[in-house]
Each structure stands twice: as structure tokens, then as C-alpha cells.
């Protein structure tokens, strides 16, 4: 060179394989700890979007950036967003509404329709107006293989500290620098409470904020609606426990549901078994 000493800098040994990676780190000038440095480094913003280091010895430094690329939308790949309440063991169910300070979490599903295997980037982030739970972060990124007509889904786990209208900026996956496919903008409203539009369910009518009263009257109402009542916990009618408990205090209650009910189902043990108790 020219003779003057100038410092070693490299990015070629992130490239090498197993073997030949502790080798490399082994002759480069680093020092084994930080008790070993000369100095600390020191870090500081740049009061923009960056930081400013100075360094206290030789390091290495690892820097990932979020850039504008262009973008190439293809029907190879979907991509979707799916919520889930981390309390509640509700899985068949997806959420429509949030409540604030519940623990929720969004399944990213990526599918690849398309016949060739696809090696991808995804780009996401946790809900506007949501602070990131156990792991997540803001904002991320993470390498995927998506085999020909399969689906493999990445997770981020987040609550909401406020009430309020928040938007879910879409997921990105991206291949050799274009994005080649997003999710939606979701609309998550987030308040104090579940309002239950709808009642179509025993789920859905211990959920509301009904009187006793109330509700044993809607309950009787979908006992009257319902012809085809079924006895499985996909349908969400199955006999559990919160009915019985409504059934128990109120001998004309049941009654009245005995009769609806025996022209409609096959016997059902927890049921009749009220009349002995």
C-alpha cells in the first residue's frame, strides 16, 4: 500500500462457513470481553433517525436497515393476519373487537400457492397504538422457505394501553429485494368492553352485559330458534358448565327449556341430570 497504517476494515469473514468462522475471529484484532477493552464505547443519537458510535476499541458492528424498494405484486404468495386472545382459549374463533390491556397475539399466515419453492423475506410489525409482549419487537424482519403449496405462520404477541381506532400496517414478503406480496391495512377498534352485536351463541350470551333476567330470556329464545342444535364444542352449543350454572338457580328455567329442548336433541346426561340434584 502506501505505507501508512490504516485500520482493518471487512465484511467478508460474516461470509465464511462454520469451520473457518471461529479461525477468522480468532486472528482478528477483538478484544475477548469488554473488560478487556481499552474504553467503552459510546453511543448517542444523531437527533434524526440514527446513532453516532464511538468506538472504545475494535468491534464489529452489525447494522440492519429498513429501506424503500420497489415493489412487484405477484399472486405466488398470500399473506394474512389472524388475532387471537392469549387468555381466552377461543382458536376457532378470530377476534373482531379488542379490549384494552388484554394480552393478544397475530398469527402472520404466509401461504405459497404457487409450485416452485420460494425463499423469502418477511417484514412486520406489532399494531399502531400496541406495545410489543415477551419477544416481539416493533418492528421486524425474519427469512423464510416456503415450499411449493404449504403455509407456515409467524406470530408477534402484543396489548393495547389505550381505547381507541388503530390501524395493523400491512405485512411485506419480499424476494431479492421486491416485494412480491402484502397483507391488508387492518382496522382493530380497541374498548373498555366486548359489545356483542350479535348473540348467536352460548359464548356470546355470557359474554354480554345483561341482566340475569335478560339473558336467561335470550337463552330461551335460542333454544326456540335453533333447529339444529348439536352437542359439540365447535358449535359452541354444547351444554357447559355456564348454562348449567344459569339452569340450576331457576326451577321454572328449566322448565321452560326442558320442554324446547326435548323435541330438538337426544338425551343428554348433564342436563337431565339438574332434575336430581
Not at 382459549?89 to 420460494?118: A, G, R, W
Not at 345483561?210 to 359452541?236: I, N, P, S, T, Y
Request: hydrophobic content about 35%; overall charge positive.
Amino acid at each position: 500500500m502506501d505505507g501508512r497504517k490504516r485500520p482493518f476494515l471487512t465484511h467478508h469473514f460474516t461470509s465464511l462457513g462454520v469451520n473457518a468462522l471461529p479461525f477468522a475471529i480468532a486472528i482478528i484484532d477483538l478484544p475477548l470481553t469488554s473488560a478487556n477493552s481499552r474504553q467503552q464505547h459510546k453511543f448517542k443519537s444523531d437527533k434524526k433517525r440514527g446513532i453516532v458510535i464511538t468506538a472504545g476499541s475494535n468491534l464489529v458492528i452489525f447494522k440492519k436497515e429498513i429501506k424503500e424498494g420497489e415493489q412487484k405484486l405477484k399472486n405466488d404468495i398470500m399473506v394474512t393476519h389472524r388475532y387471537q386472545s392469549l387468555i381466552q382459549n377461543n382458536t376457532d374463533n378470530e377476534i373482531e373487537d379488542f379490549l384494552v390491556n388484554h394480552p393478544y397475539q397475530c398469527e402472520i399466515i404466509m401461504t405459497n400457492v404457487s409450485p416452485k419453492s420460494k425463499r423469502v423475506t418477511l417484514l412486520f410489525q406489532i399494531p399502531n397504538g400496541s406495545l410489543p409482549l415477551q419477544k416481539t419487537k416493533y418492528i421486524n424482519s425474519k427469512e423464510y422457505t416456503l415450499s411449493p403449496y404449504t403455509t407456515q405462520k409467524h406470530k408477534i404477541e402484543f396489548y393495547f394501553p389505550k381505547v381507541g381506532k388503530f390501524d395493523h400496517a400491512p405485512s411485506y414478503i419480499s424476494e431479492n429485494l421486491i416485494v412480491t406480496a402484502k397483507s391488508s391495512v387492518n382496522k382493530l377498534d380497541v374498548g373498555k368492553k366486548i359489545i356483542i352485536k350479535k348473540v348467536e351463541t352460548f359464548r356470546d350470551l355470557m359474554m354480554t352485559t345483561r341482566g340475569e333476567k335478560a339473558k336467561k330470556d335470550v337463552m330461551l329464545d335460542l333454544f326456540a330458534k335453533k333447529d339444529d342444535l348439536v352437542l359439540d364444542d365447535k358449535f359452541q352449543f354444547s351444554f357447559n358448565n355456564h348454562v348449567l350454572y344459569v339452569l340450576y338457580n331457576d326451577l321454572e328455567m328449566y322448565i321452560k327449556a326442558m320442554k324446547l329442548l326435548k323435541s330438538k336433541i337426544p338425551y343428554n346426561r348433564d342436563l337431565y341430570q339438574i332434575a336430581y340434584d
